[in-house]
């Protein structure tokens, strides 16, 4: 009897642990089930992440030859070829995008235009000349941007896509002057808050620009008054192409702006493109050409400016580097411009 007791409560406990384990067995599987399904969502964002962050590092460094062309000479003129460089950003470990940088000279330019953000080390100076040197022999303009003035600075790309950069005045300086100096003894012409005039390829340009507007460096009132009129070319060059300076050069009578600072975008969308400029310029325009037009006022000459009444061309490189806390490029290689001026018809 005693047995029969002891074993019908066998019997009921091997029953109970039974069905307590097929429960939390149940229970463990669906625990699996989750976790599994959270562990490849997981996984997947993070290959996802590695391979944009792996495909962003490669692109930075393929670096890209645009071959642009607009019409802003006078009827009848030859063509005339500008190399745009922008963006350089080197440190003396660049010797790839030196090597590039030189090749450069074979396309034979009538000029050549720097729009600034040359430097990233303070002892870049001689990586600088060394990358530009087989054109130097060429005439050239320059203008300085912040990065040229100050030791590159951690980048917070959040704040970056919410606003323009500002100025950390805890950052060293550097060897700018260096700079200035080496590309001037080679007949280079600084713009940074300077006007003149300059022959390229037979013609006659009358030139101008700004020190950067992104730093307030800039000091239009210096260089303004209306562009020579009788001058092939009325260039205007700045490093940060914002809207105040674009306007300027406009109502001035530019017909063409160059400038860099944008990156193009830096981090763009396939199949949409710049997010960000960091500066006031809007993101449609944040590389290549397009118009800057001044909206007519309701008053007096309604015409749009530039030299064929349409607005003054403005061409904006995506440069060659980045900021050496944020080497990555996505949708937005590094570049170099051949615009190929031609006569207005
Ligand atoms: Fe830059």
Same mark, same amino acid.
């Given at each position: 009897m005693v047995f029969r007791v002891v074993g019908t409560e066998l019997a009921w406990h091997c029953c109970e642990v039974r069905r307590q384990w097929g429960r939390s067995e149940l229970r463990g599987r669906g625990i699996v089930v989750g976790v599994s399904r959270t562990s490849t969502t997981v996984l997947g964002v993070v290959g996802a992440a590695t391979a944009g962050l792996a495909w962003s590092v490669a692109e930075a460094h393929r670096y890209t030859l645009r071959r642009r062309e607009t019409a802003v000479l006078p009827a009848g003129q030859p063509r005339l070829r500008v190399l745009h460089i922008s963006d *350089? $950003? *080197?440190?003396? /470990? $660049?010797q790839g995008r030196v090597e590039w940088v030189r090749r !450069?000279?074979? *396309?034979?330019? &009538?000029l050549v235009v720097v729009t600034g953000d040359?430097?990233? $080390? /303070?002892?870049a100076v001689p990586t600088v000349m060394d990358a530009l040197d087989p054109l130097l022999d060429r005439p050239g303009l320059f203008v300085l941007g912040s990065n040229d003035y100050y030791e590159p600075g951690i980048v917070r790309p959040w704040r970056y896509l919410m606003a323009p950069s500002a100025l950390d005045k805890q950052r060293a300086t550097l060897p700018w002057g260096d700079l200035v100096k080496g590309l001037g003894s080679a007949g280079? !012409? &600084?713009l940074s808050n300077v006007r003149g005039t300059i022959e390229a390829g037979g013609r006659h340009l009358d030139v101008r620009g700004v020190d950067d507007p992104h730093i307030h460096r800039d000091r239009y009132d210096e260089v303004a008054g209306a562009f020579d009129a009788d001058a092939d070319l009325a260039l205007g060059v700045t490093h940060a192409p914002y809207l105040r300076i674009l306007d300027a050069m406009a109502d001035d009578g530019a017909g063409l702006v160059l400038a860099g600072h944008t990156h193009g975008g830096q981090l763009c969308i396939p199949g949409y493109g710049a !997010?960000?400029?960091?500066? &006031?310029?809007?993101p449609a325009q944040a590389s290549g050409l397009s118009r800057h037009a001044r909206p007519w006022?309701?008053?007096?000459?309604p015409s749009f400016g530039g030299v064929d009444g349409r607005g003054t061309v403005l061409h904006v490189s995506a440069g060659l580097g980045t900021s050496p806390y944020a080497p990555v490029r996505f949708a937005c290689p590094p570049e170099a411009t051949l615009l190929t001026l031609t006569a207005i018809d």
């Open positions: *350089l $950003h *080197l440190t003396p /470990r $660049h !450069l000279a074979a *396309l034979d330019p &009538d040359f430097l990233a $080390h /303070r002892e280079w !012409l &600084d !997010l960000v400029t960091n500066c &006031d310029l809007p006022n309701g008053s007096g000459d």
